[in-house]
């Protein structure tokens, strides 16, 4: 099983998951972050640290949402790794907690 990262990341894009990621399984998009599938171990680190709640196990990805765990692994082979925290957009509080920003998704 792998973690995923959902909807509530698009254009929030907080990166306090990648410090405690031990393997570097996250990848860095324009407004988003994506795990990659084949590098996650499971450790459930990250789940914790997302303030987005962005962050879910597959198996308990929202059934609304399930299309993230393809679009997850897609993207992660075109994105490169991100392996330290960033600062989050100017305006990341502000979409927190919006549903539905697929359409924001730049890609």
């Known amino acids: 099983m792998t973690f995923v990262v959902v909807d ?3 254009k ?20 988003f972050l994506v ?6 171990i499971d450790c459930t680190l990250c789940e914790p640290e997302c303030p987005a709640e962005a962050i879910f196990a597959e198996d308990d990805v929202p059934e609304d949402q399930l299309d993230y765990i ?17 600062d989050a957009p100017d305006d990341a509080d502000e979409w927190k907690g919006v549903k539905g920003k697929i359409d924001y998704l730049e890609r």
């Open 35 to 40: 795990i990659d599938p084949d590098e996650c």
């Open 70 to 86: 393809a679009l997850n692994a897609e993207l992660a082979k075109e994105w490169p790794v991100i392996t330290e925290k960033k």
């Open 12 to 31: 929030c894009k907080y990166t306090d998951c990648v410090e405690v990621c031990p393997v570097d399984c996250f990848h860095e998009g324009p407004n």
């Open 8 to 10: 509530n990341c698009v």
